[in-house]
């Protein structure tokens, strides 16, 4: 005979179950599968970083946003992931460059990937993580860095943006 438990059942309350020594031989997860408990809706803005050309970037407490168009920089050794730099979109440095054109004039850049191909990139990815980045309960961050030009930029549109608002001190 097999036990099945369906009912309010998360990953968390899972992992308790089966630390708690349940033999239970599957689970049914419904409702909490489509949400997130802790945030069940997504929550979007739109932030500029780029206006006219120039630089842009959010000051606000909470709110402060990176200025200046992006790439990513994903940094592998011996197959882990180890980090990413968060770069301005001319800067080359080490890594693999993880972001492409998607849409330009209302217009797909690339072909549709295949869903197949979609999920077996994600399960590599997700293989090459340190399992302290995977645990349920308190799992380390990811290391995600600015690159030095990014770090530049921000003071420098930081610093211009204090003075035009602020006057010059």
Request: charged share 30%; proline share 4%; with cysteine.
């Amino acid at each position: 005979m097999q036990i099945f438990a369906s009912g309010g059942f998360d990953e968390y309350k899972i992992a308790q179950y089966l630390r708690e020594g349940a033999k239970i031989d599957a689970f049914g997860v419904g409702t909490k599968m489509g949400v997130s408990a802790d945030a069940p809706y997504t929550d979007i803005a739109y932030k500029l970083v780029e206006y006219d050309d120039r630089p842009v970037l959010k000051l606000s407490t909470g709110k402060q946003t990176l200025a200046g168009k992006k790439q990513i920089f994903r940094i592998r050794e011996g197959g882990r992931l180890i980090k990413d730099i968060i770069a301005l979109r001319g800067e080359n440095l080490e890594g693999e460059p993880m972001l492409r054109m998607a849409m330009m004039d209302g217009s797909r850049c690339q072909r549709q990937e295949p869903l197949l191909s979609i999920r077996d990139r994600f399960r590599q990815e997700f293989m090459a993580l340190d399992e302290n980045y995977k645990v349920l309960m308190t799992p380390q961050s990811f290391p995600v860095e600015l690159s030095p030009g990014l770090r530049d930029l921000q003071r420098r549109i930081v610093r211009e943006v204090k003075e035009k608002e602020l006057g010059k001190s």
